[in-house]
C-alpha cells in the first residue's frame, strides 16, 4: 500500500490548511485512516484517524472543533482539513493506514502508531505567529 501526502506548508495562524492522502490501493475502503504529527520535540502522536466505513472519528483535545478528517473510498482518499490553525499545530503530517481486519469488522481505529502498516512520506506544515 502506497500512500501519498500533499498540502502542507507555510501559513499563518487562524489560516485553514487541507492535507490530503491518496492511494491506488483497491482495498482503501477496508482501512481505517489516521493522521499523526511528529515534531522535533515529540514523538509521531495521532491528531486524528477515522473508521474504515466513515462511522467514527477521533481527534487529539488540541484540534477538536477546529480539525475535520473525512475519508473518500470514491476517490481513495482521506482528507484533513485544518481550520484557525495555531503554532503548537506546527509539524510533519503523516496520513497512515490501518489494515487490521478486525477493525474494518468492528468500524473503528487504533490510536497506536504501532498498529498502522503503512506510513506516507509525511508533508511539513508551518503555522507562524
Known amino acids: 500500500v502506497q500512500l501519498q501526502a500533499s498540502g502542507g506548508g507555510l501559513v499563518q495562524t487562524g489560516a485553514s490548511l487541507s492535507l490530503s492522502c491518496t492511494t491506488s490501493d483497491r482495498a482503501f475502503s477496508l482501512y481505517a485512516m489516521g493522521w499523526f504529527r511528529q515534531t522535533s520535540r515529540s514523538d509521531r502522536e495521532l491528531v486524528a484517524a477515522i473508521s474504515p466505513r466513515g462511522t467514527n472519528t477521533h481527534y487529539t483535545d488540541s484540534v477538536k472543533g477546529r480539525f475535520t478528517i473525512s475519508k473518500d473510498d470514491a476517490q481513495k482518499s482521506v482528507i484533513l482539513q485544518m481550520d484557525n490553525v495555531v503554532p503548537a499545530d506546527s509539524g510533519v503530517y503523516f496520513c497512515?493506514?490501518?489494515?487490521?481486519?478486525?477493525?474494518?469488522?468492528?468500524?473503528?481505529?487504533?490510536?497506536?502508531?504501532?498498529?498502522?502498516?503503512?506510513w506516507g512520506q509525511g508533508t511539513q506544515v508551518t503555522v507562524s505567529s
Open positions: 497512515a493506514a490501518e489494515t487490521n481486519l478486525e477493525a474494518w469488522y468492528r468500524d473503528t481505529y487504533s490510536d497506536r502508531p504501532t498498529d498502522y502498516d503503512y
